[in-house]
């Protein structure tokens, strides 16, 4: 069979048909000799027609592939579609030689604004819509979904992969199991893309291929893919269009599934009757850049290559691929410093090529130089090998769409903000290090949260490994393409990513169900630097706050509220308001807290131990700058800690609790705390009690396992109230002390163990006389401690690593 019939060398009898493989590098080259040798008059592709206009961007120098189209629902952002074109990918081979020789290009595909709406009304009837993994073309995600990875990437034909043989048919893998393959890509990368373009044979291939195709057609019809008919009836109307337009014929650049159907002869009105009635919505499209990884199959994308970084190198390598590629691998390994020299480069090469010779290749593929890298670099092992399968085979390359290109304005605010800050979006995941006493990282860490607020997650909050100072922020940043649909569904908010940002934040917080929602509300807009949005937050914030009376709702709100206290110094924020409610709200815990506390099982204690240290520690800040009007909120604290420790109402891990957190704060002394102590361990008391109090008391990972170590007595009362415990009660407190003493670090729990063997004497004192540890004092030398400050000063560096001065004297030496 022949695409066309060129009689006496004039018009053709019918369209130059191309049956390709998206993203195939192969078909890539194929198409482009077939149009140097046909010289067609026009050029169709497989895509959605509304993007004509956006064709001539891809002639920019600024566009560099991989990219996509993007369509999306104006009316509702987030219902959108993908057509991810890579740098081997025929459509882009063809889009461009058609810009090259000045040639017109159209799309051909059933438009995007019909595709979203056929989505829609799949996912509203219930039915089955396209399975994501772009097997059949369907939409792109339900209403107000993400879209996600392949969503409606699959917006590529059925001639890739399918999910469910026993449903739709994968053509690749039918041709590949009826050669004899077990491995569809292995057939293809023989058949195909390890086969030149010879001279004058430039339709060879295609031939080939439609004959293939029309062959499954007669076996398998429509494949499962019964959308495909219906895009199959657009294209022919087009194509038929197309042809009476151009004089010198045209070409036809789509998926090798859809040829047969294409060349097959039907009239206009059955075509036509296809599209009658489809829905319909509004629709926007623009270019967007892509990554290889949303290329890769693996990301769910079901027209996608299982190695796009590998097609990418087959495409662009003059000569000499496998060479190449080794010579790639070396220097990625090199990078990581590992041992590889050219000798290993060379030996690869050369079992790259004896492992095709053996099976059987007409020259080495992925399998064969992943072998001979494993083997010869590698040394074996998997490790390295998964970094370059990570690096190499898929890669991490961003392509860049230029500025000329149709976006909302938000985007272009955005685009703005990233050049003048110098935040460049990357594929790869990166950490970022803040500073924010520096003007341009303070600006970064405002856009980073911004966005995080218009549900861009550009960037993740990280633990910082060098200080957890307030100045200081670490951010995990990666560029995903779906982030420019949530730019376009964040463009309802505003024009500008503040504006957006402060309109976004007052309406999550009139939509806020709890206080705790909204005092996170106010800290996030601190941090994004909003103080447009302040005052309706707060407003909303102090009005929930007087209808709480829940002590549990409102202790989980106070630490947020009194974190954002922080901010006003570092960010230049005026936080004076917030303090005043910070300090409302901590007044109504105190005086709700201790009957809250009353009568409480097992678990809403735990819960209520949770609120107690987070109140401690909110306390802790605000009580250094208390609001105007507001007593030593600390002085307030420490007597309710002082009343829940001494109700017997009071569950026993609540009071052990708050005598910890008293003998912590220096507000109780030892003596007394080993006193509080023996009474709670005394016979009288159930075990089950005794044992919820020492939870309270060392549990927790707050260091009350070093307690026990430096202070004898506490170790000696535990030590004698455990083996005191009867036998029969000694299974109800297990869990209890398992729960209690595996939270300790390794190095307390071997140090706990050894005191436990060698008894209480073998420290050389009783547990009556109250003298410390060998080494230790009975009290604290405070002479001693101070004369480390100056090194210490030195280390952390002028006013410490946080900002807070280092005393001197008791307090100073206890830092």
Not at 138 to 161: I, Q
Not at 265 to 272: F, S, W
Not at 368 to 375: C, H, K, L, N, S
Not at 711 to 731: C, I, N, Q, S, Y
């Amino acid at each position: 069979m022949t695409d066309v019939d060129r009689p006496g060398g004039g018009r053709p009898a019918g369209p130059l048909l191309l049956g390709v493989r998206h993203h195939g590098p192969g078909s890539a080259r194929a198409v482009r000799a077939a149009l140097e040798e046909a010289r067609p008059g026009a050029v169709l592709i497989e895509g959605p027609p509304e993007a004509d206009p956006l064709i001539p961007l891809a002639a920019e120098e600024d566009m560099r592939p991989p990219v996509a189209l993007l369509a999306h629902a104006v009316d509702e952002p987030g219902r959108s579609a993908f057509w991810p074109l890579a740098e081997f990918s025929p459509e882009w081979v063809a889009i461009r030689w058609a810009l090259e020789h000045g040639v017109p290009a159209r799309f051909i595909d059933l438009p995007a604004a019909h595709t979203l709406a056929w989505g829609k009304a799949e996912g509203e009837d219930g039915k089955d819509g396209d399975d994501g993994t772009g097997g059949a073309d369907g939409p792109g995600p339900g209403p107000g979904t993400a879209p996600g990875p392949g969503a409606a990437e699959g917006s590529r034909s059925g001639d890739d992969a399918a999910p469910d043989a026993d449903v739709r048919v994968d053509p690749l893998g039918v041709l590949a199991g009826t050669a004899g393959y077990d491995d569809p890509e292995r057939w293809w990368e023989d058949v195909v893309e390890h086969r030149g373009v010879g001279k004058g044979d430039a339709l060879a291939p295609f031939t080939a291929l439609e004959e293939a195709m029309t062959a499954l057609r007669e076996t398998y019809g429509s494949g499962g893919h019964d959308r495909d008919l219906v895009r199959e009836a657009h294209m022919r109307l087009r194509i038929r269009a197309a042809q009476r337009e151009f004089e010198d014929g045209v070409a036809v650049v789509c998926g090798a599934w859809h040829v047969p159907a294409l060349r097959r002869r039907t009239t206009v009105a059955a075509d036509r009757a296809v599209l009658k009635g489809l829905p319909k919505v509004r629709t926007d499209m623009t270019w967007v850049p892509w990554t290889n990884r949303r290329l890769s199959r693996m990301s769910g994308y079901g027209a996608g290559v299982d190695s796009p970084g590998w097609y990418g190198h087959l495409f662009g390598a003059p000569d000499r691929p496998v060479e190449r590629w080794m010579t790639k691998v070396a220097g990625l390994l090199r990078d990581e410093d590992r041992i590889v020299s050219s000798a290993h480069v060379i030996e690869a090469v050369r079992l790259a090529g004896t492992l095709a010779a053996m099976r059987g290749r007409p020259l080495p593929g992925l399998g064969e130089t992943t072998d001979a890298v494993r083997a010869v670099m590698c040394e074996g092992s998997d490790v390295p090998l998964a970094l370059v399968h990570d690096r190499l085979v898929v890669g991490d390359v961003l392509g860049e769409v230029p500025a000329t290109a149709p976006a909302v304005p938000l985007q272009r605010d955005l685009a703005r903000i990233q050049r003048r800050l110098r935040l460049r979006p990357e594929a790869a995941e990166r950490e970022l290090e803040l500073d924010l006493r520096r003007e341009t990282d303070a600006g970064r860490s405002r856009l980073l949260h911004r966005l995080r607020l218009l549900g861009v997650a550009w960037g993740e909050p990280a633990a910082s490994r060098g200080s957890t100072g307030t100045f200081r922020e670490t951010w995990r940043l990666r560029w995903e393409p779906e982030l420019s649909v949530r730019v376009a569904e964040a463009g309802v908010w505003g024009t500008t990513v503040r504006a957006a940002a402060t309109a976004r934040a007052e309406a999550d917080a009139v939509a806020a169900q709890g206080l705790a929602e909204v005092t996170g509300l106010a800290e996030r807009c601190l941090l994004a630097g909003l103080p447009g949005a302040l005052p309706a937050v707060m407003r909303i914030l102090a009005d929930r706050a007087a209808l709480d009376t829940d002590v549990g709702h409102l202790a989980q709100a106070l630490p947020a509220l009194v974190r954002s206290l922080r901010y006003g110094d570092v960010r230049g924020t005026d936080t004076a308001a917030l303090a005043e409610v910070a300090a409302g709200l901590a007044e109504r815990v105190f005086v709700g807290l201790p009957p809250a506390c009353a009568g409480l099982d097992a678990d809403a204690a735990e819960e209520m131990r949770g609120h107690l240290d987070a109140v401690h520690g909110a306390v802790g800040l605000l009580g250094d700058a208390p609001a105007p009007g507001h007593a030593d909120l600390r002085a307030r604290w420490q007597s309710v800690l002082r009343t829940l420790s001494a109700r017997d109402t009071v569950p026993g891990v609540v009071r052990g609790r708050s005598v910890r957190l008293l003998l912590d704060g220096g507000e109780l002394a030892r003596d007394e705390a080993a006193r509080l102590m023996g009474l709670v361990l005394s016979p009288g008391t159930p075990p089950a009690d005794a044992a919820a109090w020492i939870e309270g008391f060392v549990g927790g990972g707050s260091g009350g396992g070093m307690l026990l170590v430096h202070d004898e007595r506490l170790f000696g009362l535990v030590d004698a109230w455990l083996t005191g415990v009867p036998a029969e009660a000694f299974t109800d407190v297990l869990p209890l002390l398992r729960r209690t003493f595996s939270a300790y670090e390794a190095g307390v729990r071997r140090t706990l163990g050894e005191l436990v063997r060698r008894g209480p004497g073998a420290r050389g004192s009783t547990v009556a006389a109250g003298s410390g540890a060998p080494g230790f004092a009975p009290d604290l030398d405070t002479a001693r401690a101070d004369a480390v400050l100056p090194v210490v000063r030195l280390l952390l560096g002028p006013g410490g690593d946080d900002g807070e001065a280092l005393g001197t004297g008791p307090q100073g030496a206890a830092r």
